[in-house]
């Protein structure tokens, strides 16, 4: 899913937090985990918008996969 994102502005985005230089490995795994977190995010709002049997994806449904994933993770920190 990573290759879905191009690095440059993953890249950006660090140098905006600090004006610190970056590895090529620093940005690529950025942009590795921001493609996970999207792909289970993307899976949670379809799911939920097929189990209220519809065919479009609505903000709710990103709304409601972003609690159930941050949910999830906790869960898996703990």
Known sequence: MAEEFTIAPFRRLLKKEGD????????EEMRKNVGDFGKRLAHEAVANAL???????LERDINMAYLK??????????
């Not at 610190?20 to 620093?26: C, D, F, Q």
């Not at 189990?51 to 994806?57: H, L, N, P, V």
């Not at 994933?69 to 703990?78: F, P, Q, T, Y």
């Open 51 to 57: 189990k209220e049997d519809r065919k479009t994806i």
């Open 69 to 78: 994933v941050k949910e999830m993770e906790e869960e898996h920190v703990k």
């Open 20 to 27: 610190l230089r970056i590895s090529p490995e620093a940005v």
